[in-house]
């Protein structure tokens, strides 16, 4: 049998997590990682003061994220994304890339210094049904 969680545990499980990520956090865009060693950071997004509103069906949906206008950059290509406190507290670490993935970049994989990356909606949802 398959586990399934009701829509309150499910709401309360992603509220739970996204939580954790506090006032002032970050979506830092990263070369390769883990969430134990997430890798070179290229791109930093500030978060909203509070960076997630309250689950709804078990997901987020993130608030305002604000653009990162001049990016540290690197030839090599994003291939995961953390979102982390203000303190740079891993809280969750995802995979991107240019389709099909948690996160999907849209101009390319590869951020080159001086650049502006942006995201323009992120949803996070902790437990399935």
Do not use: E
């Not at 210094?113 to 323009?120: E, L």
Request: a negative charge; aromatic letters at 2%.
């Amino acid at each position: 049998m398959a586990v399934t969680h009701s829509t309150a545990a499910q709401n309360a499980a992603t509220d739970a997590v996204t939580a954790l990520i506090g006032a002032s956090g970050n979506l830092v865009f990263r070369l390769s990682g883990t969430i134990g060693a997430p890798g070179t950071a290229v791109a930093t997004l500030p978060l909203s003061a509070t960076a997630f509103g309250a689950a709804s069906s078990g997901v987020a949906t993130a608030n305002a994220i604000t653009s990162d206008t001049n990016a540290t950059g690197n030839a090599s290509a994003v291939a995961n994304a953390s979102l982390q406190t203000s303190g740079a507290t891993l809280v969750i670490h995802v995979a991107v890339a240019a389709s099909a993935s948690d996160i999907n970049m849209t101009n390319g994989l590869t951020v080159a210094a001086g650049d502006t990356v942006s995201c323009s909606s992120l949803t996070y949802q902790a437990l399935s049904a």
